[in-house]
């Protein structure tokens, strides 16, 4: 197995380190230079958008980091990092993993650009106001479920929690935890994990 990723902050990468290591798979990691190797055409081949996550399972290339996660914890069905097909906890399993990308993810990326990554006078204010006023309406809806219960699906940790805590880990990074306790409370849950000291800082 090999995780095609880059030596950047707030990469989605993250996530795949981190549940390969809740899993306790070896897996091999290829850090590529964003702005020429992830441009050549073997790499193209990988993934044709150049960017990262990729990764290689059995000859087969996988890109996206959420469908990674889902694809590990299928695979892996025995460590209980995804409910049982046709269960109400699957289908919010599905919710919170396609909730994380298609609303999470691109504002708070973004936010981290304009506010540290990006120098001064290429950052755009008014990109910060919206990510802004995108989690002003998710960390409520986050905080509705942990506000009643540890992790996103019932009482178990499952893969829905490494593709969301990505968000949260990097939202904390950036103060957006401030005035939201069941939030601050979830990422101590998660950073306690041991995977989630192996993926984050190498542990």
């Known amino acids: 197995m090999k995780l095609y990723d880059a030596a950047m902050p707030g990469t ?27 441009k050549q ?20 290339a996988i890109i996206e980091s959420a469908a990674i996660c889902m694809q590990l914890a299928d695979l892996h069905a025995d460590r209980g990092l995804a409910p049982k ?3 109400p906890e699957r289908a919010r399993w599905y919710q919170w993993i396609v909730y994380a990308p298609a609303t999470l993810d691109g504002p708070i990326v973004e936010r981290l650009f304009h506010t540290a990554l990006l120098p001064p006078d290429k950052r ?14 998710a960390a409520p809806f986050l905080t509705k479920t942990l506000s009643k219960q540890d992790w996103l699906v019932g009482d178990a940790f499952t893969a829905a929690d490494v593709v969301v805590g990505y968000d ?31 993926a984050y800082e190498g542990g």
């Not at 989605?12 to 380190?17: L, T």
């Not at 990109?127 to 995108?134: F, G, K, N």
């Not at 939202?171 to 192996?198: C, D, I, T, W």
């Open 124 to 137: 755009r204010p008014e990109l910060v106001e919206r990510a802004d006023a995108t989690w002003k309406t």
């Open 168 to 198: 949260v880990a990097l939202a904390a990074n950036m103060g957006m935890l401030e005035g939201h306790p069941a939030l601050q409370a979830y990422l101590g849950r998660l950073s306690s994990r041991p995977a989630f000291v192996k």
């Open 85 to 87: 097909l046709g269960t």
């Open 41 to 60: 055409p073997e790499y193209l081949e990988i993934h044709p958008h150049g960017r990262v996550p990729a990764f290689e399972i059995e000859g087969e």
């Open 12 to 38: 989605r990468g993250a996530r795949v380190r981190w549940i390969l290591e809740e899993l306790g798979i070896p897996y091999d990691v290829k850090t590529l230079d964003l702005r020429k190797d992830a």
